[in-house]
């Protein structure tokens, strides 16, 4: 693709629902999705109503370079990241990351339009655990994480409530 796609570019499968309160409420500020035109992370989420499967589709500009020619590995990782807390939020778990682990299968080409797939996969009490998976336009893939979160207790999903307001962004767009 020689010119970066737009997030409408970033088209979903059949089935695929687009989460748009979620894609239109992020800001500036967010590192991994908070850039819809800009040269780092372009990301656009879906839902998978048969499994509540948290899905994206992904462009890696040039601002996520780490060896020559090939994304920086933290970019994928914080990317894993945010799906699978999102993916625990979009299911009703208002959580945060205690735990991630990421293992590297493949080096990500910069410019590649990439998919994810997240998904909680338990729940123990105020632990949520989840797990997603990016993959090449090829089908291989480029890394899988898991994860443990936390969920949050009430006065702290209050707070976020403020900072969200604050940031003009709306706290319910995870809901």
């Given amino acids: 693709m020689t010119r970066p796609p737009a997030l409408s570019d970033l088209a979903g499968e059949t089935g695929w629902e687009p989460i748009e309160r979620f894609n239109e409420a992020r800001t500036a500020e967010s590192y991994v999705s908070g850039e819809p035109e ?10 998978r109503p048969t ?16 060896p020559p020619g090939h994304v920086h590995g933290g970019a994928v990782a914080a990317l894993l990241d945010e799906a699978m807390g999102f993916s625990a939020w979009m299911v009703g778990h208002r959580v945060v990351a205690a735990h991630i682990d990421v293992d590297f299968r493949a080096m990500v080409p910069l410019h590649t339009v990439a998919t994810l ?5 338990k729940v123990n009490g105020r632990k949520v655990y989840s797990r997603a998976r990016l993959e090449l336009p090829d089908g291989t893939p480029a890394a899988e994480s898991t994860g443990l979160f936390l969920r949050l207790e009430t006065r702290h999903l209050e707070k976020l409530g403020r900072l969200a307001t604050d940031a003009e962004m709306d ?4 809901g």
Avoid: K, N
Avoid at 39 to 47: E, G, K, Q, S, W
Avoid at 51 to 66: C, M, N, S
Avoid at 117 to 121: F, I, S
């Fill in 38 to 47: 800009g040269r780092r992370l372009r990301v656009r989420y879906f839902r």
């Fill in 51 to 66: 499994d509540d499967a948290l899905l994206g589709r992904i462009w890696f500009g040039g601002g996520t370079q780490g």
């Fill in 117 to 121: 797939e997240a998904r909680v996969e």
């Fill in 171 to 174: 706290p319910e767009a995870f």
